[in-house]
């Protein structure tokens, strides 16, 4: 039962993600600045960060699934945030290696994965034509809004979710058997 518990917690946040802007003021949604939630994602960091082993990418392949059921349920193209969830996760899990897993490295790989996955999107958002906005004004109307509140996110979820993902990993990879 164990091994359902992150695609559970993953499956969560993509529902919670798309009536995220209900619960807030109206104030910050109707106002000037463009916040995205990327909860799957931060969660798909802590993964990898507290869960996966060296040899492990269990992140990238949730990274996989939930980019594409992204890329379904809330955006009109197929295969931006498939692409490119994995692709940041992976790197995540490739400084994961030379750094030690505490708070402030979490938290720095969780503000550079978040930056990453936005940048990226209004890369190919903006070759494809879907956006018609400059990089100044994705910098300081989106970028920087959206790091502040996933950044807020990251600091409920942490002491949340750590001690359980590092349970979940001892308990899992203790018998290598269990792969």
Same mark, same amino acid.
């Given at each position: ?34 916040v ?5 994602? %931060? !969660? ?5 960060? +507290? ?13 996989i ?8 349920? !809330? ?46 999107? !209004? %890369?190919?958002y ?6 018609? %906005?400059?990089?100044?004004? +994705? ?12 950044? %807020?996110f ?22 290598s058997?269990?792969?």
């Open positions: 039962m164990k091994r359902f518990y992150l695609p559970l917690f993953l499956l969560f946040f993509l529902i919670i993600e798309g009536v995220a802007q209900d619960f807030l003021p109206n104030s910050l949604v109707t106002g000037q600045w463009m995205v939630a990327h909860w799957v994602l %931060i !969660y798909l960091v802590l993964i990898s960060v +507290f869960y996966d082993l060296e040899y492990t990418y269990l992140s990238v392949m949730y990274g699934v939930f980019g594409l059921m992204i890329d379904v349920v !809330y955006t009109s193209v197929l295969g931006v945030y498939m692409f490119i969830y994995p692709l940041v996760v992976y790197a995540v899990h490739g400084m994961k290696k030379m750094l030690h897993t505490n708070f402030f490295v979490a938290l720095l790989l969780t503000v550079i994965a978040v930056g990453l996955a936005d940048t990226g999107v !209004y %890369i190919v903006s070759f494809i034509g879907i956006t018609g %906005i400059s990089w100044q004004e +994705f910098l300081y109307i989106r970028l920087i809004p959206t790091l502040l509140a996933n950044l %807020i990251f600091l409920l979820i942490y002491p949340l979710t750590k001690r359980k993902l590092v349970e979940w990993s001892k308990e899992r990879f203790s018998n058997n269990n792969l």
